[in-house]
C-alpha cells in the first residue's frame, strides 16, 4: 500500500505543473444505481454466500458527488463521492451455518455499505480528450446482520471499517459540436492480499449547465478487518444527473 501512494504521488507531482484548469470549475451530481450483489462473508472460518444462501436483493443504492476545479498551479483539484448501499433478503443458510445460527435455518439478512471518497487529482489532459489522474482516500464501512426467522439464535455479524488509499483515473472523450462524450473512471487498490476496485463507464449528454450520465458500475471488495472478510461484487447500470458551472 506504501508503494502505491509513492507511485501515485509520484506520478501527481510530475503532472501538477501541465494540469490546472483555466477557470474555476464547480459540479455536482446525484445518481442512482441497480446494483446486484454477489460474494460471500466470513468471521472466522464461518463462511455464508450472500447471493445463493442469503438471498440479498436491491432495497436502495445512492450516489452523491460533487468537485472544484481552480488554475491555482500545483495544487491540485477536490472531488467528494458518497455511496450508499442497502440490501436485504430472506433465505436459508446451508448445512454449515453461520457463526451462532446453525444450518439449514430460515434467515433474514440486511447488508449495508457506505462509502465517502476524498479524491486530489490534476487534469493531465483537457481538450477534447480528458484524463485525470489522482489519489481517493475512501472511508469504507460495511455490515452484513443475519438473523434467524424465529429468533432462537443470537444475530450473526460481520463488519469491515476502514480508510483506504486508492489510486484515481478518469478519462472521457468529447464528441465535437454535439455535447456527447463517453467516459470511464475508476478508483483501485491491492496489498497484501486485500483488494478494491471501483469502474464505471458511461455515455454521456450535455446541454448548457445540465449534464445527464448513463451507465454500468462494478464494485469488488475483497478485504479482511480482524476476524470478519468481505470478498463480494456488486454491479449494475446506473443513471445520474448533475450541473456544471
Known amino acids: 500500500m506504501r508503494k502505491l501512494m509513492l507511485a501515485v504521488g509520484g506520478s501527481l507531482v510530475l503532472v501538477a505543473p501541465l494540469s490546472q484548469a483555466d477557470v474555476v470549475g464547480l459540479g455536482a451530481s446525484v445518481s442512482y444505481w441497480d446494483s446486484d450483489l454477489s460474494g460471500k462473508a466470513a468471521t472466522n472460518n464461518d463462511v455464508v454466500d450472500v447471493e445463493n444462501d442469503l438471498n440479498l436483493g436491491g432495497d436502495s443504492t445512492a450516489n452523491a458527488s460533487l468537485y472544484l476545479e481552480h488554475p491555482v498551479p500545483v495544487l491540485p483539484n477536490i472531488r467528494l463521492n458518497y455511496t450508499l448501499v442497502e440490501q436485504s433478503g430472506r433465505g436459508e443458510l446451508g448445512t454449515s451455518g453461520f457463526i451462532d445460527i446453525p444450518g439449514n435455518v430460515p434467515v433474514q439478512s440486511d447488508f449495508d455499505l457506505e462509502q465517502l471518497d476524498l479524491t486530489l487529482y ?30 432462537n439464535f443470537n444475530p450473526s455479524e460481520t463488519k469491515v471499517d476502514a480508510v483506504i488509499p486508492m489510486g484515481y483515473l478518469a478519462a472521457r472523450f468529447d464528441l465535437p459540436f454535439t455535447g456527447v462524450s463517453v467516459g470511464a473512471e475508476g478508483n483501485f487498490i491491492s496489498y497484501n492480499g486485500d483488494s478494491l476496485l471501483d469502474f464505471n463507464a458511461y455515455g454521456q449528454y450535455e446541454m448548457a449547465v445540465l449534464r445527464f450520465r448513463a451507465g454500468y458500475r462494478q464494485m469488488s471488495i475483497d478485504y479482511e478487518d480482524g476476524n470478519d472478510r468481505l470478498d463480494v461484487e456488486i454491479g449494475g447500470p446506473f443513471v445520474s444527473a448533475g450541473v456544471s458551472f
Request: aromatic content about 6%.
Open 122 to 151: 490534476y487534469e493531465v489532459l483537457d481538450n477534447w480528450v480528458n484524463l485525470d489522474l489522482g489519489l481517493t482516500a475512501r472511508d469504507l464501512s460495511g455490515e452484513l446482520v443475519v438473523r434467524d426467522v424465529d429468533g
